[in-house]
């Protein structure tokens, strides 16, 4: 069982989240930034593919182990879009608030306002590991037009979740990362890893 994972990904939001959530497991997460590794590119369509690229080339770069999380939010009524361009979803620089503002308006003629977080993890022991640990976790909510809460980051104060009447903005960390998308996808990893080492 290793005790240090390097995080592929320069995202401070993530590495608060993470850092919490493996606190419990007695393993470290180290960001990537620790290593000078540069940025992966991530063409892929899809979440696992991303998330894959992204975890190869931290371990390449690292010679750790190396998690990747690809995540984003999926809106119903734009066909699942943004999806996997979450982060850049109004274009570069990346703002999340141009994010934002982006979905509202294209949700601006629709009713349905269901949408959905998507994290995808992927957990490689070494560069050419043949068997990554992939883990999901999907997150229901529906988009609210007003943004409302002081917490989180990207899409999270337009994300209301009617069964807490209120927005993932709006949680406090603590309870967020009990019941998050990404919560749910590092409880199926920390199961599977477990599984893998027993």
């Not at 640990?133 to 994300?159: R, S």
Request: aromatic letters at 8%; hydrophobic letters at 40%.
């Amino acid at each position: 069982m290793f005790q240090k994972i390097v995080l592929a990904s320069n995202n401070a939001g993530k590495l608060r989240e993470f850092t919490d959530l493996f606190a419990a497991q007695h393993l470290e997460i180290v960001p990537q930034s620790a290593f000078n590794i540069p940025e992966c590119p991530e063409p892929h369509p899809t979440f696992v593919e991303n998330a894959l690229a992204k975890a190869r080339h931290t371990s390449r770069h690292s010679g750790l182990p190396a998690l990747a999380d690809d995540s984003g939010i999926c809106v119903n009524a734009l066909g699942g879009a943004p999806g996997v361009l979450s982060a850049r979803f109004a274009g570069e620089p990346k703002s999340d608030a141009a994010n934002n503002a982006k979905v509202s308006a294209q949700l601006a003629q629709h009713t349905d306002l269901s949408c959905y977080y998507v994290c995808v993890l992927v957990l490689v022991r070494h560069e050419n590991d043949p068997q990554p640990i992939i883990a999901e976790g999907i997150w229901h909510g529906q988009w609210q037009h007003q943004a409302a809460g002081e917490h989180g980051f990207g899409y999270d104060p337009h994300f209301y979740l009617p069964q807490h009447h209120c927005t993932a903005a709006q949680m406090s960390p603590e309870h967020k990362n009990a019941i998050s998308h990404r919560a749910m996808a590092l409880r199926e990893l920390l199961a599977k890893i477990q599984a893998a080492f027993h």
